[in-house]
Nanobody, 118 residues
Framework: QVQLVESGGGLVQPGGSLRLSCTIP????????RGWYRQAPGKQRELVAS???????NYADSVKGRFTISRDNAKNTASLQMNSLKPEDTAVYYC????????????WGQGTQVTVSS
C-alpha cells in the first residue's frame, strides 16, 4: 500500500511564507507527482500549480509570481513554496499524483490545512 506523506501546512500571517511537500513511496517509474490543488470551504477543488517530469510548470492566475512548484524525480517529491500569502489562500491543499498499477490512475494526498490570518 502506497502511503503518501504531505507536510508543511499551518497558520501564517498575511505576507508570510509556507512550504508544502509531498513524497510518495514507490518506484520512480510507477509514481508521478503532478502538482497541488486546493479546496476552500464551500468551493470546488481547484488547481494551484502543476509540473511535468521535465520541470515545466503551470500556475493558477491567482498565485502566479507568489508560488513556485518544484519536484525531485529521484525522490517522488513535489514541493510548493508559497510566498506573500493572502487570506484568500486559506484552504486545504492536496497533492495530486499519478500511479501505475494495471494502468495509470490519479490519486490524492490526505490534504494539509493552510490558514492565512492575522
Amino acid at each position: 500500500q502506497v502511503q503518501l506523506v504531505e507536510s508543511g501546512g499551518g497558520l501564517v500571517q498575511p505576507g508570510g511564507s509556507l512550504r508544502l511537500s509531498c513524497t510518495i513511496p514507490g518506484s520512480t517509474f510507477m509514481i508521478n507527482p503532478r502538482g497541488w490543488y486546493r479546496q476552500a470551504p464551500g468551493k470546488q477543488r481547484e488547481l494551484v500549480a502543476s509540473i511535468t517530469r521535465g520541470g515545466q510548470a503551470n500556475y493558477a492566475d491567482s498565485v502566479k509570481g507568489r508560488f513556485t512548484i518544484s519536484r525531485d524525480n529521484a525522490k517522488n517529491t513535489a514541493s510548493l513554496q508559497m510566498n506573500s500569502l493572502k487570506p484568500e489562500d486559506t484552504a486545504v491543499y492536496y497533492c495530486n499524483y499519478a500511479k501505475y498499477g494495471s494502468g495509470w490512475s490519479t490519486d490524492w494526498g490526505q490534504g494539509t490545512q493552510v490558514t492565512v490570518s492575522s
